[in-house]
């Protein structure tokens, strides 16, 4: 089995691709749909170039990809199972309790108008508004990798007030319209049920709003959000934006923080932060925390965080950081695994292809992981050798 990562070697891949495919089975009840999904998965792991249903048909030995369409579309078995399991794989392989959730989204760039939730909206990966689906997800971030856990996809207003249409894709009846906190909110919800290990959530702006920062604070989970610099904020006997606060910070606040290389190096940046008013008792606190670059520019970002008293300010900045990983993994995910290169058009289809894509990626991600420590130990242990010799 042919790898699409080059650091992993083929045997490994096949080895942990049949432990992986022989656990999924019991979601697939009848014995062609879990022929299917082998062979789907299989492409999707592959190293062909293109990854839409004629190649991954000709990839399993079908002369036709109408196996493969009825797999996404007909066959019956859930996409909301293949997930759950995804999501116990991850924490099984890479869980770790000081886990981060991170919230994003991305587009999926489409022609026409009956792929479900398609709209002229913006997209930020063709960086404009474009003809598009949105899907939001959820990264789970540990030590040892990031992985995609869940997904909703997005659906305009537009389509909500269209039952013809929606009836016409696949969308469920009840479904109503979502924002895409509100989804982000559902995924949460999710993962605190199934009970996955995670100490910090972390997201751009548009996950920062006030419920869904409340919704962590109840449930006693830390965050650090993005926010818009015009957010007001309550401080001392006032409520000023974000803005406003950082231009009244004295200098001895900031200090000097690295949240990891890049291509460019460390990435270093200035940081401070500021409690503000908060009723999370005298365990707890809630601070506007300002990120702002080296250059000459001196540009700022601003987040709202929340954790226990006793946090620092370097924890607060690697997990700000952090939600850089999950631009990594929706990246990587589409140039390996094929998350993007769907041809399906119904809601049920986009569920399933991008749930196995998910799962592709993780076990690309757990190889990887796996590989690096095992690299690492080696290295340690040569070590050892060649220093007891001395």
Known sequence: MDSPDPGIDSDVLTAEFDRLTESIEPIFARPGARRRARGYLRGLLSDIPRKNSWQL?????????????????????????????????????????????????TGFLKKGTRSAGVARQYSGTAGRIENSQIGVFLAYRTSRGCVLIDRELYLPEAWIDDPDRCR??????????????????????????????????????????????????????????????????????????????????????????????GSKGQRRSRWCRIEVNHDLGPARKRWLVIRESLSETREQSFYLASGPARTTLTKLAEVAGSRWSIEIAFEEAKGQVGLDEYEVRSFEGWQRHITFSMLAYALLVVLRSETAARSGSETSGSEKKRTSSR
Not at 206 to 227: F, G, T
Request: no cysteine.
């Open 57 to 105: 048909a000709e990839q399993v030995g079908d002369a036709t990809p109408d196996g493969i369409q009825n797999l996404l579309g007909r066959a019956s078995w859930s996409a909301d199972s293949l997930r759950d399991h995804l999501r116990n794989y991850a924490v099984d392989r890479l869980g770790g309790t000081e886990a981060t959730l991170i919230l994003d989204e």
């Open 168 to 261: 016409a894709a696949g969308v469920p009846e009840d479904r109503t319209f979502q924002t895409k906190v509100e989804l982000a909110r559902v995924m949460l919800t999710r993962a605190t049920e199934a009970g996955l290990p995670f100490s910090w959530v972390t997201g751009d702006e548009v996950y920062s709003s006030w419920a869904l920062r409340r919704q962590l604070e109840d449930a006693e989970k830390n965050y650090v959000l993005a926010i818009n610099r015009t957010l007001k904020i309550r401080h001392g006997f006032s409520q000023k934006t974000a803005e406003s606060i950082a231009e009244n910070l004295s200098g001895a606040k900031w200090r000097t923080i690295s949240v990891g290389s």
